[in-house]
């Protein structure tokens, strides 16, 4: 069962701020963050595991609310080079054998 | 240069002929994932393989096929393809599942046309 994503699409000017987020029915051990430009592939960003820590590198930071079974990619001071498609991805659990399952993605669009 | 690679990066073929893309990872990754993309729909994972001679279905695994002799390859087999068939494929790569803070590294992509 794919995680829901949302927004589907936002538009931001060069500098604003974005939120994405990320839910699933289903009790998490991990989520992952992508991107993905129009005609590549989708680009790593970072892993959250179960435990709900938060993570971040640049202005691009995430945090994993286990709980809630919910995951929110944050990115502050948006530049023209974040425009893009961005998935989350889940995982079960942690015996290795699971699928990683993508959202249908978040169409960011940053203008200047 | 570690990466995934794929091949062909375009495909148009006619419905029924079999074929094979090919992906192949050069960073020792035991873990390898297929995957298609079609609008609206996300990622949609078709087959993965856990290691050498393991393989297991995904979420879409219909009229497909896959092997892993090697580690380091991972090629899908259409037998006969059909149009519903026409969509972007990418095949990914991981150091290892589970209890992991690794993350997948993509391949560039072959478009498939059915036609």
């Known amino acids: 069962q794919q995680p829901v994503q949302s927004p589907q699409a936002v538009i931001l000017r060069e500098g604003e701020d974005a939120v994405i987020n990320c839910s699933s029915s289903?009790?998490?051990?991990?989520v992952h963050w992508y991107r993905q430009k129009h005609g590549e592939a989708p680009i790593f960003l970072m892993i959250?595991?179960?435990?709900?820590e938060q993570k971040g590198h640049d202005k691009i930071s995430a945090s994993f609310n286990e709980k809630k079974q919910q995951s929110s990619l944050y990115l502050t001071a948006s530049q023209l080079s974040y425009s893009g498609t961005y998935f989350c991805?889940?995982?079960?659990?942690?015996?290795?054998?699971?699928?990683?399952?993508f959202g249908t993605g978040t169409r960011l669009t940053i203008i200047p | 240069e570690a990466q995934v690679t794929q091949n062909p990066r375009y495909l148009i073929t006619v419905t029924g002929k079999k074929l094979t893309v090919t992906c192949s990872q050069n960073?020792?990754?035991?873990?390898m994932s297929w995957y298609r993309q079609d609008p609206g729909l996300g990622l949609r994972q078709i087959y993965y393989s856990m290691n050498v001679e393991v393989t297991d279905k995904g979420d879409v695994p219909e009229g497909y096929k896959v092997s892993r002799k090697e580690k380091r390859n991972f090629p899908l087999i259409l037998e006969s393809p059909s149009p519903n068939q026409t969509s972007l494929y990418f095949c990914a790569s991981s150091l290892s599942r589970g209890s992991s803070n690794y993350g997948y590294t993509f391949g560039s992509g072959t478009r498939l046309t059915v036609v």
């Open positions: 289903k009790a998490l051990y991990s």
């Open positions: 959250l595991l179960k435990g709900g």
């Open positions: 960073m020792n990754h035991e873990y």
């Open positions: 991805g889940t995982e079960k659990s942690n015996f290795g054998n699971e699928k990683l399952t």
